[in-house]
């Protein structure tokens, strides 16, 4: 059997060991819901502060050239292409992860606007898909969502597909899609993508220059731990950004904003994406957060990932075999491309809901996903092997004891 010693002498033999210092983590508090909302870094605070009370608080409207809050959104936009796989000027952090898609998924149908079909999976994050409904019914142009299922999506892509809309790791299971694969078959039928990398940035490295992804959104507020409501990001790869023409012609997308012209010339490059004043709060708290993978390897970080991600797996098996449970997530990670898991576990259960509250009053914090799905992220920067060894303790004692039969964690709360 696993012993806490076992992963004790994993922890002490673990190269990122040190990064964990540097976030804010509450005393008796195991946190496996990094996939949600990430921690605060140490770093943060301060910065946000140094905004407020220097920044704004002494130089006032100045700190738009002062301090280059106008050119926020671009300088991170750089940063956050490092983590993702895109080149200088293809990034761009702004507004939200929803309106980005709205914006992006716009300028794919313009692009081919001879094609009405929006093809993506029927286990994709349902805002995405709100948002494909959503702009199909505004256009009023007979465009269609089309939705096949996971391992269906390659072959379903043919002439009548306009762009192939995905989340890169399924938010339920963590399944990781093939994404040079399915943009090859895109691009081979003459369709674009445009995919969500809400739980893929920051988990592991995504590269999608090198798949030739045309287009991508995400946020910063789950593995880039920008704090709730971060701001989000997206990705146009160069050879786009020139025909990209996205709905949303916000002042600061215009090639001078500062002339007031009252017709829209949109800026060159990535700029044209950007809409509307940056939130500079938010920027400058992704900011000092991004400051922490500067010093990451990311290909130490998978390796650790898959390592935290296994040792739970078997650790469950081992200790619940008889208590219900099954895993959902591939058993199976891979560790170059394809990937094949990203950085969460998930197990189906029954009472999952109930057992999931229960470990959160023990300080043990997962979250749920209905029908059934408890889910368990696993976030290298922060988390060691004793907190597996121990959050799978608690799990046991949970089922051992019935804590989970408690009238009290059944109770349906707003947020899951």
């Known amino acids: 059997m696993i012993s806490r010693t076992d992963c004790a002498a994993m922890d002490r033999e673990d190269p990122m060991a040190a990064t964990r210092n540097r976030f804010i983590l509450p005393e008796g508090v195991i946190y496996l819901d990094g996939n949600s909302l990430g921690p605060a870094p ?30 926020k959104p671009l300088a991170l936009g750089d940063r956050v292409a490092r983590l993702i796989g895109a080149g200088p000027g293809e990034v761009a952090v702004v507004d939200t992860t929803s309106i980005n898609l709205f914006k992006l998924l716009a300028s794919a149908l313009r692009l081919r606007s001879e094609r009405k ?31 096949v299922a996971e391992d269906e999506i390659a072959a379903a892509i043919n002439e009548d597909v306009a762009v192939v809309m995905l989340t890169q790791t399924n938010f339920k299971t963590g399944r990781v899609l093939d994404m040079a694969r399915i943009t090859k078959a895109a691009h081979e039928s003459g369709a674009l993508t445009l995919w969500d990398l809400a739980h893929s940035a920051g988990a592991f490295r995504v590269d999608l220059d090198a798949a030739n992804a045309d287009f991508a959104v995400g946020c910063s507020y789950k593995y ?7 701001p989000a990001f997206l990705f146009v790869a160069e050879r786009h950004q020139a025909e990209a023409e996205q709905p949303l012609t916000g002042w600061l997308g215009h090639a001078a904003p500062f002339d007031f012209d009252i017709q829209f010339r949109p800026a060159e490059g990535i700029r044209r994406q950007v809409c509307s004043s940056p939130g500079v709060m938010g920027l400058v708290a992704l900011e000092a957060a991004l400051d922490v993978f500067d010093e990451v390897d990311l290909d130490q970080l998978r390796v650790k990932s898959n390592a935290l991600c296994d040792l739970f797996i078997a650790l469950v098996e081992e200790r619940c075999a008889d208590q219900g449970f099954t895993l959902v997530t591939p058993r199976e990670a891979g560790l170059v491309e ?27 914090i997962g979250d749920f996903r209905d029908p059934d799905i408890m889910r368990f992220g696993f976030t290298p920067l922060y988390l060691g092997y004793r907190d597996v060894f121990d959050a799978v ?23 899951t």
């Open 224 to 230: 880039l731990n920008a704090g709730p409501g971060g």
């Open 338 to 364: 394809p990937l094949i898991r990203g950085s969460q576990v998930s197990f189906a259960h029954p009472e999952g809901y109930a057992i999931v509250q229960a470990l959160i009053k023990r300080g043990v």
């Open 393 to 415: 303790m608690h799990l046991q004692d949970v089922m051992e004891n019935g804590e989970w039969d408690s009238p009290a964690f059944k109770i349906r709360a707003a947020v």
């Open 117 to 147: 079909v929006i093809l993506s999976n029927r286990e994709n994050f349902p805002t995405d898909l709100y948002m494909a409904q959503g702009l199909s019914d505004w256009l009023g142009q007979g465009h269609e969502l089309r939705l």
């Open 42 to 71: 140490k770093a943060v605070p301060a910065r946000v502060a140094r905004m407020i009370e220097r920044e704004w608080g002494q130089n006032l409207i100045t700190g738009w050239l002062a301090d280059g809050w106008m050119e």
